[in-house]
């Protein structure tokens, strides 16, 4: 990894998050006008939506967010990582639009949400079929397994080399189906930026940092290749990491 920063409260880590998100959103917008960032879901709305909330600027209307994975399940539902974001984004909260954002289709089959939103991101990308899309920023958060979006310990998407997103039918936590983007499409990022919270997660992000497991983790396939590596962890899941 290319920077970990160890943080002591939830202040701090919202601080740190907040100035990583600002810099990608301004050298995004200077660079191609647009900033377009994917999100996780789990503890991290909750941490994303307080940066977004606390962020009181007009640039937003330059922002395109997606899902760097997602439940297959209605945004009314409680499951839905859109759904968290619209209940904390978009009711006055921030500058943030509805149209801003770029969901799943769930009225699809499982399968074709996938396909479908594959080719919506491409769209909003303006590219051929050859060429790969390449988010500014992608916020990942991790298991206490070591899995990242909905890419599993041992599970067959972690070989996918073709899609971009992929669908899910037997994710090992539930609900069982979801999408999720593939390493290629993650690997393109020109950051992706790991928040990492709590005690359950120590074991593994001892073993990632360490790099002593023979079978690596999910996360540990994350590995920019034109692109930063950054973590931020507090000081529970740090906890058996050697000073």
Not at 66 to 81: G, N
Not at 160 to 188: C, F, G, H, V, Y
Not at 192 to 206: D, N, W
Request: with cysteine; aromatic share 8%; charged share 30%.
């Amino acid at each position: 990894m290319d920077s970990l920063t160890i943080i002591e409260s939830k202040d701090e880590l919202v601080t740190k998050l907040k100035e990583e998100i600002e810099k990608r959103a301004k050298n995004a917008i200077e660079d191609h006008n647009e900033f377009r960032i994917g999100l996780s879901g789990g503890s991290l709305v909750q941490y994303v939506s307080d940066v977004m909330s606390c962020s009181v600027t007009s640039a937003f209307e330059n922002w395109k967010i997606f899902f760097c994975d997602e439940r297959f399940v209605e945004e009314s539902q409680l499951d839905s990582t859109y759904g968290c974001y619209k209940r904390a984004l978009l009711d006055g909260q921030t500058f943030l639009k509805e149209e801003q954002f770029v969901k799943i289709d769930t009225k699809l089959s499982l399968d074709d949400c996938a396909r479908d939103y594959e080719r919506r991101i491409l769209k909003e990308f303006n590219c051929p079929d050859n060429q790969m899309p390449k988010f500014d920023l992608l916020i990942l958060g991790m298991g206490p397994d070591g899995h990242t979006c909905s890419l599993f310990p041992e599970h067959s998407l972690l070989k996918e080399t073709k899609r971009l997103i992929a669908a899910i039918d037997d994710s090992p936590k539930p609900p069982s189906q979801r999408i999720t983007m593939t390493l290629p499409l993650i690997n393109n990022a020109s950051c992706c930026l790991f928040v990492i919270t709590g005690e359950s997660k120590a074991a593994a992000v001892k073993q990632i940092i360490s790099e002593s497991s023979d079978t690596p983790y999910p996360v540990q396939l994350v590995k920019p290749v034109k692109g930063d590596l950054l973590w931020i962890v507090d000081t529970a899941a740090a906890k058996l990491i050697k000073k």
